[in-house]
C-alpha cells in the first residue's frame, strides 16, 4: 500500500537562498518553514525547535524574501520584526488558509497550506500593526464589551 506524500520530491533543508517565498506556520515552541521558488515549486522545508534558533534563521534569511503567516498569536511581532530587517511580510487570514490545507491538520500541511494560500489572489492580507494600534485596538474592544454589558442591564 502506497502512503501518501505531500510532495514528489526530495527538499533540501539547507538552501533558503533559492526561495523567493517562505511560509511559516508559528507555534510557541516548533516553527515549520515551507519556502519555493520563482516557479513556485517546494524548494525548502525545515523544522525549527525554539525561538532562538527560529529568530536565527530569520536573521539568515535573504532581504526580499516574501514571508506568508498565519493570522495568530505572535504574527504582529514576528511581522514587525521582518519588516525591519527588510523582508516583505503577508498575514493571511487562518480561515482562508484552512480552505487550502490538504490531509491532516498538521505542521507541515499547515506551513504548505499557507504557501498555496499566498499565492491566491483572492485573499487579502491581514495589515501589520505597530504596538500602539494593537494597544488601541485591545481598548476598543474592553469598551465595546463595557457597553455590551451596560445595554444588557437596562
Not at 532581504?63 to 530587517?85: I, K
Request: some cysteine; hydrophobic content about 40%.
Amino acid at each position: 500500500m502506497k502512503k501518501h506524500t505531500t510532495m514528489n520530491k526530495p527538499v533540501s533543508a539547507t538552501d533558503v537562498s533559492v526561495c523567493t517565498t517562505v511560509a511559516v506556520d508559528l507555534a510557541k515552541k516548533v516553527f515549520q518553514v515551507a519556502g519555493e521558488d520563482a516557479q513556485g515549486q517546494l524548494a525548502y522545508e525545515q523544522r525549527i525547535k525554539s525561538r532562538e534558533a527560529f529568530q536565527v534563521f530569520l536573521q539568515k534569511l535573504p532581504e526580499g524574501v516574501t514571508v506568508l503567516m498565519e493570522t495568530g498569536p505572535g504574527a504582529q511581532a514576528w511581522a514587525r520584526l521582518l519588516q525591519a530587517q527588510g523582508n516583505p511580510v503577508r498575514i493571511l487570514p487562518a480561515q482562508r488558509v484552512a480552505e487550502h490545507r490538504s490531509g491532516a491538520k498538521n505542521d507541515r500541511n499547515d506551513a504548505h497550506a499557507i504557501l498555496r494560500a499566498g499565492r491566491d489572489s483572492s485573499i487579502a492580507s491581514v495589515p501589520v500593526k505597530s504596538v500602539a494600534a494593537l494597544a488601541m485596538q485591545a481598548w476598543h474592544r474592553v469598551r465595546r464589551g463595557y457597553v455590551r454589558r451596560r445595554t444588557a442591564m437596562g
